[in-house]
């Protein structure tokens, strides 16, 4: 076995989209038409819906067009559409999972979703509503890890295990999107002097 070596890293690649978009890459009506995670309504969900988008960002602002983005969060009573949910039901009529490409001129992106309520610690305190976020591109290595939380939850944010331990106000404000009624916007910058705060889970 000694003349075996371990197999050099790879990047996402330039063609991330295609395996996990195809109909995004116009490869023919897979899955139905519809790519897997475009869609987290899936009928009269319980709940506030709200629009959650914004901008993946280079470290000189430029936008990041072949980016891949997807998300996990809670329904609108903290529960997760999980096997391993233990404290309920989820809503059956939202995924609580959605998955959407950047744009390829403008580096946008948008998720309709439900604003997610507050989730347990693993002390029990009590979370902040949150979205988890995790992006993928061209060149890097291992997906990216965030979290988008909601400028209309200040109360709920100023006792977020999370958003304490950064400790930094200016850092943990990179991981708030404005809100503006059922809209929210936040900007991911992967690197620079805006970087966005990822987190190593």
Same mark, same amino acid.
Request: net charge negative; proline share 5%.
């Given at each position: 076995?000694?003349?075996?070596?371990?197999?050099?890293?790879?990047?996402?690649?330039?063609?991330?989209?295609?395996?996990?978009m195809?109909?995004?890459?116009?490869?023919?009506?897979?899955?139905?038409?519809?790519?897997?995670?475009?869609?987290?309504? #899936?009928?009269?969900?319980?709940?506030? /819906?709200?629009?959650?988008?914004?901008?993946?960002?280079?470290?000189?602002?430029a936008?990041?067009t @072949?980016?891949?983005l997807?998300?996990?969060?809670? @329904?609108?009573?903290?529960?997760?559409?999980? !096997?391993?949910?233990t /404290?309920? $039901?989820?809503?059956?009529?939202?995924?609580?999972w959605? +998955?959407?490409?950047?744009?390829?001129q403008?580096?946008?992106?948008?998720?309709?979703?439900?604003?997610?309520?507050?989730? !347990?610690?693993?002390?029990? +305190?009590?979370? $902040?509503?949150?979205?988890?976020?995790?992006?993928?591109?061209?060149?890097?290595n291992?997906?990216?890890?965030?979290?988008i939380?909601?400028?209309?939850?200040?109360?709920?944010?100023?006792?977020?295990?999370?958003? +304490?331990?950064?400790?930094? !106000?200016?850092?943990?404000? #990179?991981?708030? $999107? #404005?809100? @503006? +009624?059922?809209?929210?916007?936040?900007?991911?910058?992967?690197?620079?002097?805006?970087e966005?705060?990822?987190? @190593?889970?």
């Amino acid at each position: 076995m000694s003349g075996l070596h371990e197999s050099a890293s790879q990047t996402a690649g330039p063609y991330v989209h295609i395996g996990c978009m195809p109909n995004l890459a116009a490869l023919g009506a897979m899955y139905g038409g519809t790519d897997l995670g475009t869609e987290m309504i #899936t009928g009269e969900a319980q709940g506030q /819906r709200i629009a959650v988008g914004g901008r993946v960002l280079d470290g000189k602002g430029a936008p990041l067009t @072949d980016a891949l983005l997807e998300i996990w969060q809670a @329904d609108h009573a903290g529960l997760f559409n999980s !096997p391993s949910e233990t /404290r309920g $039901a989820a809503d059956p009529a939202f995924t609580g999972w959605g +998955r959407q490409a950047a744009d390829g001129q403008t580096g946008r992106f948008r998720f309709d979703t439900i604003k997610p309520g507050r989730v !347990p610690w693993p002390d029990g +305190r009590l979370q $902040a509503p949150h979205i988890g976020l995790w992006i993928v591109a061209r060149g890097i290595n291992l997906g990216l890890h965030t979290r988008i939380y909601f400028g209309d939850e200040a109360e709920a944010n100023a006792e977020d295990p999370v958003l +304490r331990q950064i400790g930094d !106000p200016a850092r943990a404000a #990179t991981l708030i $999107a #404005t809100a @503006d +009624r059922d809209r929210y916007s936040i900007d991911v910058y992967l690197q620079g002097e805006n970087e966005t705060v990822f987190l @190593d889970v």
